[in-house]
């Protein structure tokens, strides 16, 4: 008998990233997660996701709190585990590609504050998108010895989209400097087989690790890890089982079990991701009480199978088509989509490509003619200025849609000016710390509101400094 070489199979946790975000709209405040980070510091994770698009959003916006302070708070607590955040390659946590000087600013400031894996992607996949990220976090590591550059896929299924273009995206992932790949299968379409003839292809042609990202959505999630880990993946993505399954990644808990006594074990301490959970526990329950959970995401959504469309996609488009008075049109728009992104060049469907292709696909259905009126974004996207597609675009679509128009052919940034001085003179007179101007960068009316908000809060806590009869003073 051969003695079993052993591989621990190690896994992120996401339940101060994705698993709020996916299951409570992104709302968990960070006074609940200080008090458990000790204990999942003891656990032994690859890496804690804590920061990302909706987190930095959602802390300014509604919790009212600073996303710069969540993240040292964290870094004070985690001595031992490395934190990781997702970044919108150019868009960084935004909306709007950004200049060069404003990407790499603002991946050395995360390193600064607490960040040690940048999770970098793009809604085309096109790398040109993630260069500078990437650039960006290996000069940080070079100078501060921290900093891992994480590429992702944006999984998605299509002609275009054969175990050839994997094994070639992961060849010139490598060739392109960065740490890791990560597989982002967004919606849950990958099946478990196809994920084991994924990885096997992919390791075939990269020393690189692979970390695989997927959501419980279409139920096959916790097949298609142990699948992925039988071939060789190295990081599994798994929420705590309080704020696991759904839309939601597969249950950390669930994972390590199956796992051991294998060669994939683990190691982790199940006793204490017990202790975990039963912090979580009672937060979920009061977020299933005051309706911020949702049961309907707890089940699973047979559609994202069958149409290969995320879930949040289809319900937009129910809502739009329910403000048209058009819910006859359901299946219409259904058929329509596949051919919206076809003409756009078969982009995969995430933020912000499926709301880009979902809204074309309503207009072209309920106006009787296709592209008789098409919406900015699907004439930027025509134009080139999100960059290239996997297929080429339809150029009858072209020629309708954006007549005689120049396109663009090269990286879309490049024809982006540094913007840093300008916006660092647009919010001066807000700015307490280095960080202000890049919430300001990524959300201009947001970040001022909180600015204000803050300054407001911090006139008061001056006030009571005077208030020595009762004690009270500013911590
Ligand atoms: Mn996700």
Redesign the pocket.
Known sequence: MSEQVKKPIKIME?VLR?AH??LIATRMPTEMMLPIVDKMDKVGYHAVECWGGATFDASLRFLKEDPWDRLRKLRDGFKNTKLQM?FRGQNILGYRPYADDVVDYFVQKSVANGIDIIRIFDCLNDLRNLQAAVDATNKVKKQEGRGHAQVALSYTLGDAYTMDYWMDMAKKIEAMGADSICI???AGLLVPYKAAELISSMKSVTKLPIQL???YTSGVASMTYLKAVEAGVDVI?CAISPFAMGTS?PATEVMVETFKGTEYDTGYDQNLLSEIADYFRPYRDECLANGLLNPKVMGVDIKTLLYQVPGGMLSNMVSQLKEQNAEDKYYDVLKEIPAVRKDLGEPPLVTPSSQIVGTQAVFNVLMGERYKMATDQTKDVLRGKYGQTVKPMNQEVIDKVIPGEERITCRPADLIENELDKLESEMAEWKQQDEDVLSYALFPQVATDFFKYRKAQQEKVDLSKADTKNGAYPV
Do not use: A
Request: glycine share 0%; charged share 30%.
């Open positions: 996401t994705d975000q996916s997702l982002k299968d967004m990202h997927t959501h993505d990644q």
